[in-house]
């Protein structure tokens, strides 16, 4: 009799083990882990060729934007940004020269933001939420003919959360991170360091200000198989590696404070600054020329002006001088060395 039920008794105790087996696995345990919150942004972001930022009327929507806003202008304009190819452009409020590198970080941080909760998927009045016809809000278009628009409203009562209208729909919960993250205007898209070049390709910097009265001429020359035997003189002059790239970070350093003006409104001020930079591009020289206009009503600040003669930068008069002044310094340090 037993040697009949054997097999069954095998099959039972084999049963029993692999049950045992997957409870000591938890293979039946529920999974309590919470489902992640779904992303704001459903499109390939790689596929997005056109930005729109639209800031608050007057006395509408929240504020946040307003308040995080970098540049000290009166009420911030619409902001349009086309891309076409790799290529992105500002086409409004102007055709300001942009940083590329700004609006991938903006991008980035579209493509991170999640979505914490549904408030109400129909609403009738979005007033409630702070969402009217002058609230601030974002808009993407991506290259199939998708589109997100994005309407901030004001901040939930239980803090760190804004609500937000979806593609005029649906209202969400966003964090207070995202909504900071999100509301930009034009100078937030602008290069604040207007001044720039590779030192790899740098022959030559010719600085003359008025303010400070400096005049001096760098020169260098690279060593592309190693950088640090690169060779630099300042007025004739040999002086160390760290002085030289010392004196073209101070000069390339000067921040504008403010969105940028036509050349052409600054040219009738008084010229305080040349500086010129040559350089050598693909084997071809090319120089780079500067100028600076101050204002005689506004002595803290300067204009300066592109190579393209196109754009005038506000720059600090501080900023100006303490570049102007990196080269004196730095010949200042190299005769008091022993």
């Given at each position: 009799m037993?040697?009949k039920?054997?097999?069954s008794i095998?099959?039972?105790?084999?049963?029993v083990?692999?049950v045992?087996?997957?409870y000591?696995q938890?293979?039946f345990?529920k999974?309590?882990?919470?489902?992640?919150?779904?992303?704001?942004?459903?499109?390939?972001?790689?596929d997005?060729?056109?930005?729109?930022i639209?800031p608050?009327?007057?006395?509408?929507?929240?504020?946040?934007?307003v308040?995080?806003?970098?540049?000290?202008?009166?009420?911030?304009?619409?902001?349009?940004?086309?891309?076409?190819?790799?290529?992105?452009?500002?086409?409004?409020?102007?055709?300001?020269?942009?940083?590329p590198?700004a609006?991938?970080?903006?991008?980035?941080a579209?493509?991170?933001?999640?979505?914490?909760?549904?408030?109400?998927?129909?609403?009738a009045?979005t007033?409630?939420?702070?969402?009217r016809?002058?609230?601030?809000a974002?808009?993407?278009?991506?290259?199939d003919?998708s589109?997100l628009?994005?309407a901030?409203?004001?901040?939930?009562?239980?803090?760190g959360?804004?609500?937000?209208?979806?593609?005029?729909?649906?209202?969400?919960?966003?964090?207070?991170?995202?909504?900071?993250?999100?509301?930009?205007?034009a100078?937030?898209?602008?290069?604040?360091?207007?001044?720039?070049?590779?030192d790899n390709q740098?022959?030559q910097l010719?600085w003359?200000?008025?303010?400070p009265?400096?005049?001096?001429?760098?020169?260098?020359?690279?060593?592309?198989a190693?950088?640090?035997?690169d060779?630099?003189?300042?007025?004739?002059?040999?002086?160390?590696?760290d002085?030289g790239?010392?004196?073209t970070d101070?000069?390339?350093?000067?921040?504008?404070?403010r969105?940028p003006?036509?050349a052409s409104?600054?040219?009738?001020y008084?010229k305080?600054?040349?500086?010129s930079?040559?350089?050598?591009v693909d084997?071809?020289?090319a120089?780079?020329?500067y100028?600076?206009?101050q204002?005689?009503d506004d002595?803290?600040?300067?204009?300066i002006?592109d190579?393209?003669?196109?754009?005038?930068?506000?720059?600090?008069?501080?900023?100006?001088?303490?570049?102007?002044q990196?080269?004196?310094?730095a010949?200042?340090?190299?005769q008091?060395s022993?």
């Open positions: 037993i040697r039920l054997m097999p095998i099959l039972l105790i084999i049963l083990a692999g045992s087996y997957a000591s938890n293979f345990q999974d309590d882990t919470p489902a992640a919150d779904p992303k704001l942004l459903t499109m390939n972001v790689s997005i060729d056109s930005i729109q639209h608050a009327s007057s006395g509408g929507g929240n504020t946040a934007a308040q995080n806003a970098t540049a000290p202008s009166a009420a911030p304009e619409a902001v349009q940004l086309d891309k076409k190819g790799q290529t992105w452009t500002m086409t409004a409020p102007a055709a300001y020269p942009v940083n590198y609006i991938d970080d903006w991008l980035t579209l493509q991170s933001a999640a979505v914490h909760g549904t408030v109400e998927e129909q609403p009045d007033s409630k939420y702070g969402i016809a002058d609230t601030q974002i808009t993407v278009h991506s290259q003919g589109k628009t994005v901030i409203g004001d901040e939930l009562p239980t803090k959360y804004f609500y937000a209208q979806l593609n005029g729909s649906t209202i969400v919960q966003l964090a207070q991170q995202t909504v900071t993250d999100l509301q930009a205007d100078f937030h898209f602008i290069d604040t360091t207007p001044v720039g070049w590779d740098l022959t010719k003359s200000s008025t303010e009265a400096v005049s001096w001429t760098l020169d260098h020359q690279a060593n592309l190693d950088p640090a035997q060779t630099w003189t300042l007025n004739g002059k040999s002086i160390a590696l002085q790239t010392g004196i101070a000069v390339k350093n000067m921040p504008t404070d969105l003006v036509p409104q600054v040219q009738s008084r305080v600054l040349t500086f930079v040559s350089l050598t084997g071809k020289a120089t780079e020329r100028q600076g206009w204002d005689p002595k803290q600040y300067v204009w002006t190579p393209q003669n196109r754009w005038a930068y506000h720059v600090s008069t501080d900023a100006l001088s303490s570049a102007g990196s080269a004196v310094n010949v200042d340090t190299d008091s022993p």
